[in-house]
């Protein structure tokens, strides 16, 4: 394993300490335990909008809390729970008197910590809308879950349900915005090579050198199917019918098409697969109005990519483009 790192231990710890090193303008950062809130938090009169995972897929979560996106973010240990307390703790921090929206990927852990917070937090008089994303079109169940797991929608829905929230929308209005975009996006992941926990040290999974996987999920859980690895038209292919059939997207939708960078993909590569997701989308009539590429939700060194459909609306596409700072994303302020 070669990481720069000190400490496997304390990995988390010390990245959260870079954070707020780097971007103190933008966020605070708070040990044990740990949690990301934005400089001015708490916003009054604002709905403050709450996520949190596993580390290990910088920069979601800690690295979309800002204006017009996430309120603060929980990390927990590299690809683990964080805990109730956070999520408990980051919570009040945020609070501003107009409740808080814990928007939670659908993961086990993840579930059952943020229900134990959010009852916590009711019992102490904060109205508290939890809202789930799960997204992943390439398996009913995981190692992880129960259900379908949540991946690339969650950045959207951050940013879309962040930028509701701004405009000073009521709870039950954004929290309906947050769900309707799960409701309406779609994702499916490949892997080219596995990923290293520092903790473990040794790589999560083997793949052969000619070896790619299917569907796989973000913690390397394993996916559809392991195939030799193909020209990448042919992988665009197999992936982007999974995701448009699912709903099924259909000809004459407008679509936000995010393509994802699992930590160890270079950009080069990344926009030869929205080439070709281009390309597909137009066979099949439906419009890319809206467009992400970058690597957003990794999986540590990860070489990859996820590719995530939103279908779209006015309104959507109004809070798509609304100003947004955070230290992983911003435009127009």
Not at 193 to 207: H, I, R
Not at 243 to 268: C, E, S, Y
């Amino acid at each position: 394993m070669k990481k720069l790192i000190n400490d496997p231990a304390d990995v988390v710890r010390e990245e959260l300490q870079g954070i707020g090193a780097a971007h103190s303008d933008l966020v605070k950062v708070h040990i044990d335990p740990h949690y990301v809130v934005r400089a001015d938090a708490p916003v009054q009169g604002k709905v403050a909008l709450v996520s949190g995972g596993g580390s290990g897929h910088e920069p979601m979560h800690g690295g979309f809390v800002g204006m017009g996106m996430l309120d603060a973010a929980c990390p927990g240990e590299v690809f683990t729970s964080p805990t109730p307390d956070q999520m408990e703790a980051a919570t009040k921090a945020v609070n501003g008197g107009a409740g808080v929206i814990h928007i939670v990927k659908n993961y086990t852990g993840d579930v059952m910590n943020f229900e134990m917070a959010a009852e916590l937090c009711r019992s102490e008089g904060i109205d508290v809308e939890s809202v789930l994303v799960d997204d992943d079109v390439a398996v009913q169940d995981s190692l992880y879950t129960a259900g379908r797991r949540g991946v690339g929608t969650t950045v959207l829905m951050e940013k879309i349900g962040g930028a509701a929230a701004e405009e000073k929308r009521p709870l039950k209005e954004v929290a309906d915005i947050c769900r309707e975009v799960n409701a309406n996006g779609r994702s499916m992941g490949m892997a080219l090579t596995s990923c290293t926990v520092p903790a473990a040290g040794n790589p999560t999974f083997e793949l052969g050198d000619d070896e790619i996987e299917i569907g796989i999920g973000i913690h390397g859980e394993p996916g559809r199917q392991r195939i030799k690895i193909k020209p990448v038209r042919e992988i665009v292919e197999m992936m982007a019918v999974a995701v448009v059939d699912d709903i099924p997207f259909k000809k004459g939708d407008q679509v936000l098409a995010f393509v994802n960078g699992m930590g160890g993909t270079p950009l080069i590569e990344l926009y030869v697969v929205f080439n070709e997701v281009n390309k597909f989308l137009q066979g099949r009539g439906v419009t890319i109005v809206r467009n992400l590429i970058g690597s957003y939700i990794t999986s540590l060194e990860m070489a990859g990519c996820s590719i995530t459909l939103l279908r779209m609306n006015d309104d959507f596409i109004r809070l798509w483009d609304a100003p947004v700072k955070t230290p992983g994303l911003r435009w127009g302020a």
